[in-house]
């Protein structure tokens, strides 16, 4: 039927999105962990 079709078609809009906020997420650690190492003498502190 039309509703369950369009109910998939957000189901998987909502997927592609958590996706890309979670490959974001990602490579937002990987910088700024990449960017703390590169620091001489650098500590996280209260984190």
Not at 8 to 33: G, S
């Amino acid at each position: 039927s039309y509703k369950v079709r369009e109910q998939e078609a957000t189901d998987a809009l909502e997927r592609k999105r958590q996706n890309i906020l979670a490959q974001r997420k990602a490579a937002n650690v990987q910088a700024t962990m990449r960017f703390q190492r590169n620091l001489p003498g650098f500590t996280v502190m209260g984190k």
